[in-house]
């Protein structure tokens, strides 16, 4: 389900949004505070970029509110 990868920034978990039961909540790979998708206060996590391909969402880059960690969301075509 994650995999950790180094970029300029630092380490970036990939989460694969497919691999996910339930309502797609999933732990922070670092600090194992809960990401909700039903969670739109941004103190849980932030939106740090998207990719978008042909007018649909395919990549989220976020960062976790509790420890900073970047987490990269990939699946999302599976989730439509």
Request: proline fraction near 4%; include cysteine; aromatic fraction near 4%.
């Amino acid at each position: 389900m994650m995999k950790k990868s180094m970029s300029k920034k630092g380490i970036i978990y990939t989460v694969n949004l497919t691999e996910i039961e339930g309502d797609g909540s999933f732990p922070c790979p670092k600090c194992a505070t809960v990401i909700s998708p039903e969670d739109e206060t941004e103190e849980i996590y932030k939106i740090v970029d998207t990719k978008i391909v042909n007018d649909e969402l395919v990549e989220l880059v976020i960062m976790c509110g509790n420890c900073g960690s970047n987490i990269k969301l990939t699946g999302f075509q599976g989730t439509i």
